[in-house]
């Protein structure tokens, strides 16, 4: 069973860096791109960042260009998000989920989603 | 960026009742590389539809996506309670990879 259990979260303040982690389990992780979606409290879905199966191409929203930085080990079977200079704005819940295919090459949706984990900032 | 808006906004409902939901990109949607998702509250979000028109796995058949190049349906042909969610549509494989539209919300009338 494909499984998606993200971690990390929590309240930081303005400015604050936290680093969420997404492990995987029952599939083939180094064989699938990951992402990393956010929803902002009874907002909609906002895409943050991509990664490919083996870190080679690496996307970011405008929004998060510059201060997140996506990462994986696929020998751990996981994914990661470090999220520094934290702003307001960034409050939401961070969702982890999987390309639909192997090796899409950013032709996927996301068939596997985490629960979420809640990011908050403020002061 | 190709920017996905979605209509209405609400759809009021009657279990039983059929739901036409719309989604419109800014710019074509190459290979049709257009997805739906159902979200719950409290919940993630569900694949419902990709390739603009291929049921994801276990998604019941009342649940349908048409559309090409820019405007895109998703049908949902008799409204079970389960139904009444928010449905977002997506772009994939453009740049930016993934772009959600805002939502539209089945509320029961």
């Known amino acids: 069973e494909v499984q998606l259990e993200e971690s990390g979260g929590g309240l930081v303040k303005p400015g604050g860096s936290l680093r969420l982690s997404c492990a995987a389990s029952g599939f083939t992780f180094s064989s699938y791109g990951m992402n990393w979606v956010r929803q902002a409290p009874g907002k909609g879905l906002e895409w943050v960042s991509s990664?490919?199966?083996?870190?080679?191409?690496?996307y970011y929203a405008d929004s998060v260009k510059g201060r997140f930085t996506i990462s994986r080990d696929n020998a751990k079977n996981s994914l990661y998000l470090q999220m520094n200079s934290l702003r307001a704005e960034d409050t939401a819940v961070y969702y982890c989920?999987?390309?639909?295919?192997?090796?899409?090459?950013?032709?996927?949706?996301?068939?596997?989603w985490g629960q979420g984990t809640l990011v908050t900032v403020s002061s | 960026d190709i920017v996905l808006t979605q209509s209405p906004g609400t759809l009021s409902l009657s279990p039983g009742e059929g739901a036409t939901l719309s989604c419109r990109a800014s710019q074509s949607v190459g290979s049709s590389y257009l997805a739906w998702y159902q979200q719950k509250p409290g919940q993630a979000p569900r694949l419902l539809i990709y390739?603009?028109?291929s049921r994801a796995t276990g998604i019941p058949d009342r649940f349908s996506g048409s559309g090409s190049g820019t405007d895109f349906t998703l049908t949902i042909s008799r409204l079970e309670p389960e139904d009444f969610a928010v449905y977002y549509c997506?772009?994939?494989?453009?740049?930016?990879?993934?772009?959600f539209g805002q939502g539209t919300r089945v509320e029961i009338k």
């Open positions: 989920a999987r390309d639909s295919g192997q090796y899409c090459g950013g032709d996927c949706p996301g068939d596997y």
């Open positions: 997506q772009q994939y494989g453009n740049s930016p990879p993934w772009t």
């Open positions: 390739g603009a028109s």
């Open positions: 990664i490919s199966t083996s870190a080679s191409f690496l």
